[in-house]
């Protein structure tokens, strides 16, 4: 069936509807005149309101989207028609003139009969099939320490490997982050190991000074720094205390809630004062401390499979709301965006704000790739002799480098190095429909520096 086709089909179904609501009107109306022992009152008010829900019910029909006008044709109009003509026969019943009953009550009863058997039936059938089955979610109080890191692998690489696409999750990590022994990408730290090293991190005295002393809050997040007896109270560990006592699970939670209190030597902004790592509590990623601890048990398990003697996060209980959200959700799909989302949206699911500052997009100081000030700095780009791709303007240049963004790795000014190549995703063709490229290419092709 054709879009435009149903769309009018739907209107024209329901403004049929509301002429027969008058015809009935009309015609009880008649009979009520031609008898004196029927009350004209009360027919012809309740007639009346059946011909004005009709008349509101279509024109709210109006206003609606496909899908909304079908579900609100055969969830309430037909519901409407059917009690209509459920009274008209009563009235006929009681007035003792079934006789009269015109023919066109029988055939409109017949078909609308027939036609809403069928259009529930169909309804019905793909419906059933598509029912998801019951979530593991109703592991809440129940969940074994197995499931709750495998929960957090879920957070960190999604449920299932998308062909085409790195193995990730919600929790973006491995956009940035590796995870296997000796498979560096060079610019964000390896997590293997961190389950030990976490410990000792802290001891370090580096940690104790840079780039905020311990017992100091970090300005960017107001973390107080090296404090597992300060942190927000909804991810605190319970008895957590000062610094003394840290361990490699509040080193961890820390990194994520608080990436700046301690930039790894080598991997930071700013002679490494500043990390580039996105805030894991807060938007666009916001986990919650179910799935903070979830990502922590795993990373505290990773290393040695089947055993999760090293996992110091608890099980979540029951009080701690549901694990739902962080097991179900987009993971199991491919990402994809198709170009209806609002251009924040499609920018936010990309992840493209991780890596990148974009002005005009809230929340978006990624430092890992360059601010994007694509306005000013493509066409330097392409005017660069070391450029060898094929763009002759602004936003060529911005679709050539989000397709394929290893033809021209763009200079990093302040360190005076290449940024890295290789980081960015090559894969974002494959997340995009032609006309989210178009969009977001429009609006990336606008920004620039503010003030
Ligand atoms: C946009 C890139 C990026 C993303 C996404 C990211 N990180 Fe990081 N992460 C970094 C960088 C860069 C560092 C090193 C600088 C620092 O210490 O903050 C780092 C450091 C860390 C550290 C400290 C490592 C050490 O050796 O001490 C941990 C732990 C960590 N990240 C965990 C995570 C987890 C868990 C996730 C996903 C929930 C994640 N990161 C997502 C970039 C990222
Ligand atoms: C994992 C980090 C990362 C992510 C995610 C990422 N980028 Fe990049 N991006 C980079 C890096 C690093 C560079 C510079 C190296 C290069 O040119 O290939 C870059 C370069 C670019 C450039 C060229 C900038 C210039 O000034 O010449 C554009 C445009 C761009 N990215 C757009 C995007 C868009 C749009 C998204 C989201 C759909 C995105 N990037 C996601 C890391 C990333």
Redesign the pocket.
Known sequence: MLPEQSDVLWTFLAITFSVFALYVFANVVNHCREREDVGTTFWGGVFGAFLVVMFIETSTMMGMSQDEQMSFFFGKMVLTVLLLLLTWGVFFKSADIQDQSPPIIRAFFWWTTISVLLAGYTNWLPQQRSDPPPKAAAIVGEITMEEYAEMGRV??FGAKQVAGQKAIGK???P???TFEAGNNIG?????FG?GE??AT?VKEERYLNEPVKVGEPEPATGVIKGSPQDVQEEYRREGAGGHDSMNSED??RE??MC??C???KG??GAGDLK????I?SKPP?S?SPIEVNA?IAY?QSAETPGDFSAVTVPLPSADDGSTEEASGGDEEQPLFVTGSESIEEMINKL?CP??HTIPGVEGAV?E?GPPLHEKTNAMNRIKDPRYKGKATNTKEYVKESILDPSIYVVMNEGENELYPDGLMPPNFKNMLSVEALDKIVDFISETEAKG
């Not at 990390?275 to 996105?278: D, G, I, L, V, Y």
């Open positions: 957070i960190i929790g973006q990590c956009l940035c982050h610019r964000c730290p390896n997590l961190i090293r976490g991190r080193y961890i990194s994520m990436p700046t301690y930039v790894v991997f930071g990390s580039p790592m996105p894991i990623i986990l990502v990373l992840g991780l890596c990624g890992l």
